[in-house]
């Protein structure tokens, strides 16, 4: 999505600074040009970033719904609508297994490495901790 996105953008910069032109002082028009497609290649890369750090997020609050659905599930709270009605099987199956207490810390690691992004932790070890934290929740 944002790869497209990205080689637009630079061809019409390079464009507007004239590039490709052709004929008496086309040469000089790009001179100079190299900071303005430097700060272009900055915004794309945070934005890539940004939207790599959105599409993560959304799956983390997917996950902690989905032991919210369980957790619910193994308290006995039938009034309560389900996030994942689509999943009902799965989740009473971990409800079955998983006492609460173990699907709250489930949650709550979850939750944690939210934060964690959110004050810039890398995804790759912020995902780590969380993945050992569920782990161990689920394995008792």
Do not use: W
């Amino acid at each position: 999505m944002t790869a497209g996105r990205n080689e637009t953008e630079t061809e019409e910069l390079k464009t507007a600074l004239g590039a490709g032109g052709t004929g008496k002082g086309t040469a000089a028009t790009t001179r100079g040009t190299a900071g303005a497609l430097k700060e272009l290649e900055k915004r794309q890369k945070s934005r890539q970033t940004r939207a790599s750090r959105d599409a993560l997020d959304r799956a983390l609050i997917d996950l902690a719904t989905y032991f919210r659905d369980a957790l619910l599930v193994s308290s006995g709270a039938s009034s309560v609508t389900a996030n994942h009605p689509d999943m009902s099987e799965k989740v009473a199956a971990m409800a079955e297994h998983v006492p609460p207490d173990r699907l709250l810390r489930c949650i709550e690691a979850v939750l944690e490495c939210r934060e964690a992004l959110a004050i810039n932790v890398k995804p790759k070890f912020a995902v780590d901790a969380m993945v050992a934290t569920v782990g161990q929740a689920l394995r008792g």
